[in-house]
Nanobody, 123 residues
Framework: QVQLVESGGGLVQAGGSLRLSCAAS????????MGWFRQAPGKEREFVAS???????WYVDSVKGRFTISRDNAKNTVYLQMNNLKPEDTAVYYC?????????????????WGQGTQVTVSA
């Protein structure tokens, strides 16, 4: 049984930082591309970042230079370091795992999902 468990969300002021973690179990972690998505109230789920087993990364333009995705294959964990947070970053952040090779920002291409963690950025 595959489980993805996110942690690290919370309330932060604009300009602050948070580090999200996602612990994976029940899958061969190094075989999966791991991604972060987010969903704000009334909006569709949005791709944020993804990372291959070897460390190749992709980011949505709105977070480039502020967010960093990383993974520790020995710990079966993926991270999202978020710096210089803005109120528009407020959303539920989801961790996801994709079995296929190559980049995708489409949520339908991800096989497994976590339950999400709330990030709220106050102005």
């Amino acid at each position: 049984q595959v489980q993805l468990v996110e942690s690290g969300g919370g309330l932060v002021q604009a300009g602050g930082s948070l580090r999200l973690s996602c612990a994976a179990s029940g899958l061969t972690f190094s075989s999966y591309i791991m991604g972060w998505f987010r969903q704000a109230p009334g909006k569709e789920r949005e791709f944020v970042a993804s990372i291959t087993w070897s460390g190749g990364t992709w980011y949505v333009d709105s977070v480039k230079g502020r967010f960093t995705i990383s993974r520790d294959n020995a710990k079966n964990t993926v991270y999202l370091q978020m710096n210089n947070l803005k109120p528009e970053d407020t959303a539920v952040y989801y961790c996801a795992a994709r079995a296929s090779f190559g980049y995708s920002g489409n949520s339908k291409d991800y096989n497994y999902w976590g339950q999400g963690t709330q990030v709220t950025v106050s102005a």
